[in-house]
């Protein structure tokens, strides 16, 4: 069994700054992309960031210049940090493996989530 655990949202005032971080544990041999979605209430989920295994990175428009994305392959760990906050920022984040595999032969985990983390910007 494979997991997906979330940390570091919570309330900020805008212009502040959180750091997301999320840790697969499990059976994993390697993961391909990493990344991080969110949704906000009445909105569809949308893609913030990803981030290859070789470290290429991917950013949504409204997030480029305040958010960074880095990940540490060893501990099958991705973080998103998020620079001068704004209230359009708020919603539940979710951390994304794009595919994980269990050995070097074993066919992978296709598009797995975790279990969202809320983010709340106050003006």
């Known amino acids: 069994q494979v997991q997906l655990v979330e940390s570091g949202g919570g309330l900020v005032q805008a212009g502040g700054s959180l750091r997301l971080s999320c840790a697969a544990s499990?059976?994993?041999?390697?993961?391909?992309?990493m990344g991080w979605y969110r949704q906000a209430p009445g909105k569809q989920r949308e893609l913030v960031a990803t981030?290859?295994?070789?470290?290429?990175?991917n950013y949504a428009d409204s997030v480029k210049g305040r958010f960074t994305i880095s990940r540490v392959n060893a501990k099958n760990t991705v973080y998103l940090q998020m620079n001068s906050l704004k209230p359009e920022d708020t919603g539940v984040y979710y951390c994304?493996?794009?595919?994980?595999?269990?050995?070097?032969?074993?066919?992978?985990?296709?598009?797995?989530w975790g279990q969202g983390t809320q983010v709340t910007v106050s003006s």
């Open positions: 499990g059976r994993i041999f390697s993961i391909n992309t």
């Open positions: 981030i290859t295994s070789g470290g290429s990175t």
């Open positions: 994304n493996v794009d595919r994980l595999y269990y050995s070097l032969s074993a066919q992978p985990l296709r598009d797995y």
